[in-house]
């Protein structure tokens, strides 16, 4: 039956051998469960859950075909028969939800983080200092036979198929672009000699692995780095990987290398359609578009209008694992959305953590932690409705607790509210409406407009209270910090102040950075996908190498300082997978820092500060304050004092910057204690 809401989302896809039920994909992911006990157990459960939430297929974390070519000492490969057993346990789990799973195949090549790295060429990665050894030509033979032998043992272990992973900057892609490979032999010099090595892998494992075996091959659509594939030369190689037998392509944008952000937060949704669509014009099997689809209606609009036949969703799986079913069920609206922040999927794996994810903290967690029927429910007051009240009275909610949540402003998110101004931040305001759908639904009682006292708390009789009432701004005791040139981060970020030309921002902490984002963009909130392509001089016609071109950038409306007590490096708290964009973007902007500086007035003239000794003015007409905040814990205290049974959680206990992450963590955790 078709769906009404999503017809082209649910339309199965018929592979001639088989049928995948629908137009959603899970995109590979390592997460790094090595890092991990009970890795096979985990990883089972993780993409059982995915399965369970609807997605037709699933493609596995990177598995190396050799030691070589593993991302990092530790990471799996799957090269002998004896590691079967490391694998069985998982396409098992996903059959018996009903979907299908294939072995996403990964040789990292020069952005290994081992000793012993290879390469078509000898050529480091700019991300990886280690030094290359290029592949002798018999060993060019070895690795394109470890591909096959992979494969068919990914068979054995009962994995659908497998997707070969030929994007991203990884040893594949290093062989197709003349950037990274200047051999001179037949896996070299031509175009048609530097794309054989995949072409090869793919025909050898149709050969040897027959016809009913699903082949996924992950094409670089744009690779974004000079020295890249020019359009016509992508077109060919997805031509030429069709002949060899994939089923499927789908797709990936820029190598790990490049300098434009592919998927973070300021990547608008469906940003990269464009280039899915230009493969799919160009063959005649089924192209996955990727990157930033995050709702139902993006992924929909993308089917719909032709530039792909199928998405496939990478952190979106990690945020909502019933993306699909919640789409095809009639509850979009219930869909936790991926907010691209990368703080707790990207940034972990950077930090050698296992991925999580900000907004779901049960991702990749499945075993440890679960909503569960509570032991002895009782009467709960959440107070203060940010990310961590939120999370804290839902998840109470879900374990049969009786739950109130109090807000002493007239709408949900707490601090989301703000961050949701930002350009490139609004996804935050997906957060807010998954809760405040989620919420009632599930039997909370919600009470805005009410900021509770100790009294009132005690006098209602909960079994226990829940405080997470935020953070108050720092206050700057500086002389003529009461000036009306003065003005918060709250009263920039909701313009209920005016902000001059000449802006002078006291505090480069994430807010900071943030405020100093919002008064700089030069493009009204969401950004555009052309302007965002424009701004990062993305090549549309894809007639440069690499699809990179010169970006067209207004010239900024405002000056803007930044400024910080500390000698260390401004933004150094930014994410670590968003900071660089962050930082460049403002550079682009003439935003200055200014380091290690002492306050000592504000005038009329501006911000007068002593730096080094020396003493400056920094001509502002207006001074942003951003000076960091303070745990608003006094409810807490008090509640306390009283003998009254509450925890204090998010922000109110410890008050870290942009630590949404922890905040959800906690309210979770804590909810799921009780
Ligand atoms: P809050 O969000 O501060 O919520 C506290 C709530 O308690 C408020 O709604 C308040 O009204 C209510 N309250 C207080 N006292 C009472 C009372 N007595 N009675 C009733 N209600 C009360 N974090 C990230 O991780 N990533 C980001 O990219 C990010 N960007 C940000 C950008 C900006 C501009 C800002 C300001 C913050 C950003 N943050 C980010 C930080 C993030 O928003 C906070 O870490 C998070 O909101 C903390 O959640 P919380 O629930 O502890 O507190
Ligand atoms: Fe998305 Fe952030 Fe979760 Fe990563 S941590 S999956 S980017 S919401």
Redesign the pocket.
Known sequence: MTNAAYPHLFEPLDLGFTTLKNRIFMASMHVRFELMDRQTERAAAFYAERARGGASLIVTGGCAPNPQGVMDAGAHFLNSPDQLDEHRAIPRAVHAEGGRIVLQILHAGRYAKVDDLVGPSDIPAPINPREVHALTTAEVEQTIEDFVNCAELAKEAGYDGVEIMGSEGYLITTFCAERTNNRTDEWGGSFPNRIRFPIEIVRRTRERLGRDFIILYRISALDLVEGGLTGTETETLAREIEKAGANILTTGIGWHEARIPTIAHMVPRGGWRHAARRIKQAVGIPVAATNRINTPETAEEILRDGDADVVALGRQMLADPHFARKAETGQADAINTCIG?N?ACLDFIFADKASSC?VNPFAGRELDIAIRPAKNPGKIAV???????MSAALTAAECGHTVTL????DELG???N??KR?PG?EDFDETIRYFRNRLPAAGVEVRLN???SADEIDEANFDHVIV????TPRVLDVEGADGANVIT?MDA?TDAKPVGKRVAIIGAG??GF?VAEYLSSPHSSPVSIDSFLDHWGIDRAHETAGGVGEPARPAPERSIVMLQRSDSRPGKTLGLTTGWVVRAELKSRGVRNITGATYTKIDGEGLHIRVGGEDQLIEADTIVVCAGQES?NR?FTELHSRNVRATL????EKSA?????R?IRQGTETALSL
Not at 383 to 389: C, D, L, Q, T
Not at 406 to 409: E, I, L, R, S
Not at 649 to 652: R, T
Not at 657 to 661: E, I, K, R, T, V
């Open positions: 922040c703080q900000l107070v203060g409705a940010g990310p961590a009240g109090y807000d002493a402003a707490g601090q989301f703000l961050a930002i931040k009410t900021r509770v997470a009432t935020g953070v981060y970020l994430g807010i943030d608003e409810l959680i998010g922000g109110a910057g942009l630590d949404a992450l905040a």
